[in-house]
């Protein structure tokens, strides 16, 4: 079964830095792409970043484009996302996703720019004092 777990999360002040982590076990195919997800209080939740690992290719999203980068250690599984000169309005909690063929999966599920995520992590929340 595939598993993803989030950490790195916290309480950083108005300007810090974060590096998220989320270690990827279960996979056995060499391509997917993993995704960072975050939902505010009262607000949907957003894609902020993915990766393909095979191709090492990434996408950040415009709104944090300048402050966010996503990157990926395949000897560890692991995908993260470096979060600096962190805003108040960054506070949520942070998904990371993952596409998994098991459409029991699919009733929390989400498409983005033409990826498709159904299988979660926990979430770790992020809070960022002003």
């Known amino acids: 079964e595939v598993q993803l777990v989030e950490s790195g999360g916290g309480l950083v002040q108005t300007g810090g830095s974060l590096r998220l982590s989320c270690v990827v076990s279960?996979?056995?195919?060499?391509?997917?792409?993993l995704g960072w997800f975050r939902q505010a209080p009262g607000k949907e939740r957003e894609c902020i970043a993915y990766?393909?690992?095979?191709?090492?290719?990434?996408y950040v999203r415009d709104s944090v484009q300048e402050r966010f980068t996503v990157s990926s250690d395949r000897a560890k599984n692991t995908v993260y996302l470096q979060m600096n000169n962190l805003k108040h309005e960054d506070t949520a909690i942070y998904f990371c996703?993952?596409?998994?063929?098991?459409?029991?999966?699919?009733?929390?599920?989400?498409?983005?720019?033409?990826?498709?995520?159904?299988?979660w992590g926990q979430g770790t929340q992020v809070t960022v004092s002003s």
């Open positions: 996703a993952a596409e998994w063929p098991d459409p029991s999966h699919n009733a929390n599920s989400q498409w983005y720019r033409g990826f498709f995520f159904n299988c």
């Open positions: 279960g996979f056995t195919q060499e391509d997917y792409t």
């Open positions: 990766i393909r690992l095979l191709y090492n290719s990434s």
